[in-house]
């Protein structure tokens, strides 16, 4: 009869299970810093589930579950032994793809002895993991100023950004330009002209660079004519070492290359590539997310300018992110329904991120 009872909440759990709304897009994630893994286990929760990430023997992440199969001990004060992740408490050891290998004075291991594992990514001096399906629909998105050729032309910096709300809200929030104007300052009206569009082809700058397969890219395309606004929001010295050095900017463009869950931004002025940010997200559950930026600054051969572009746009990028966080700290999940033609792209990306979301499994 109790068997029979505990079949019956089994099922009962399995059906609550499957009824749950997925809330997360089949994607590439960063789970963390590549620097903060070393030998020893790290305890991290994504996706609002408890994991554990490690490097095998080779030195390769893996994130898999944080409590064993057996009775639930923590495998996050685990210690790596001959290869694999050996739990603290009855000494199961666990290899690089979650299966039990070893336990002791047990012969047969059971076959479900095992720990679910992420597909890992090791990038860009990042942990990418991969979730939604067992193996990646697309791979880790290309950031060309990070690869090993191309490090030499361009200074770089990181930051990032947490608060409480969903990745969503935070990658849309690139796509809402009307709000550059009431939290960044920044003047777009009918005297600073504004073209707005998204793009199903590369932009003549990109045409030779892959960025993503082309079914998990969107892109959205801001021109702004911004001659006298550039010098007047520099100001001060950098106004004047600009005007001594003659550099007038005319139009600056931010080219938005996106995938599910993550962005490269792309600064032009005047068609000349200034900067580029690969903004990744690191969720750690359905209304709790950080988001990453690689910086990369182009550098302009001119010593002094290179130091300027630094520090205004490496600490500009940081600042300027910081200012939506008191918003983002109190909306209301899932709030307003109500929308206008300037919200057009931010809906248009709506409906990419849900068809991501439903590939999930």
């Known amino acids: 009869?109790?068997?029979?009872?505990?079949?019956?909440?089994?099922?009962?759990?399995?059906?609550?299970?499957?009824?749950?709304?997925?809330?997360?897009?089949?994607?590439?994630?960063?789970?963390?810093?590549?620097?903060?893994?070393?030998?020893?286990?790290?305890?991290?929760?994504?996706?609002?589930?408890?994991?554990?990430?490690?490097?095998?023997?080779?030195?390769?992440?893996?994130?898999?579950?944080?409590?064993?199969?057996?009775?639930?001990?923590?495998?996050?004060?685990?210690?790596?032994?001959?290869?694999?992740?050996?739990c603290p408490y009855h000494k199961w050891r666990y290899d690089n793809s979650g299966q039990c290998v070893s336990i002791p004075n047990v012969e047969n291991i059971p076959s479900k002895a095992r720990q679910a594992t992420y597909t890992t990514v090791e990038k860009y001096d990042h942990?990418?993991?991969?979730?939604?399906s067992k193996t990646p629909l697309f791979p880790v998105p290309v950031y060309l100023p990070a690869e090993k050729k191309r490090q030499k032309d361009y200074m770089a910096f990181r930051f990032?950004?947490?608060?409480?709300?969903?990745?969503?809200?935070?990658?849309?929030?690139?796509?809402?330009?009307?709000?550059?104007?009431?939290?960044?300052?920044l003047p777009i009206n009918d005297k600073v002209p504004i073209e707005y569009t998204l793009q199903e082809q590369q932009h003549p700058e990109q045409q030779n660079e892959l960025f993503i397969t082309p079914e998990a890219w969107y892109r959205g395309v801001?021109?702004?004519?911004?001659?006298?606004?550039?010098?007047?929001?520099?100001?001060?010295?950098?106004?004047?070492?600009?005007?001594?050095?003659?550099?007038?900017?005319?139009?600056?463009?931010?080219?938005?290359?996106?995938?599910?869950?993550?962005h490269v931004l792309t600064m032009l002025f005047d068609d000349r590539e200034v900067m580029r940010v690969m903004l990744g997200s690191t969720p750690i559950n359905a209304n709790h997310s950080i988001g990453v930026a690689l910086v990369r600054v182009k550098k302009t051969g001119n010593f002094l300018l290179d130091i300027i572009f630094y520090m205004l746009f490496a600490w500009q990028s940081k600042v300027s992110s910081k200012k939506d966080l008191p918003i983002w700290g109190t909306m209301k999940i899932d709030g307003g329904k109500i929308f206008v033609k300037d919200d057009y792209l931010l809906l248009k990306f709506r409906e990419f991120y849900r068809k991501w979301i439903d590939k999930a499994e």
């Open 1 to 86: 009869m109790s068997v029979k009872l505990e079949q019956v909440k089994e099922q009962t759990r399995d059906k609550k299970e499957d009824k749950k709304e997925k809330v997360f897009p089949a994607s590439w994630y960063i789970a963390m810093e590549s620097k903060a893994l070393g030998k020893k286990p790290q305890a991290i929760v994504l996706f609002g589930q408890d994991l554990v990430a490690w490097r095998d023997e080779n030195g390769n992440p893996v994130i898999m579950e944080r409590y064993c199969s057996h009775l639930g001990a923590s495998l996050a004060i685990s210690k790596r032994v001959d290869g694999c992740l050996e």
């Open 127 to 132: 942990i990418w993991v991969w979730y939604g």
């Open 160 to 185: 990032a950004v947490e608060s409480k709300i969903p990745i969503v809200t935070m990658i849309e929030n690139m796509y809402d330009y009307r709000h550059y104007t009431s939290v960044h300052s």
């Open 222 to 262: 801001i021109d702004m004519s911004v001659e006298k606004y550039v010098l007047e929001q520099f100001g001060g010295i950098t106004d004047g070492i600009f005007r001594i050095l003659g550099i007038k900017f005319k139009k600056m463009t931010h080219i938005i290359d996106t995938w599910p869950t993550g």
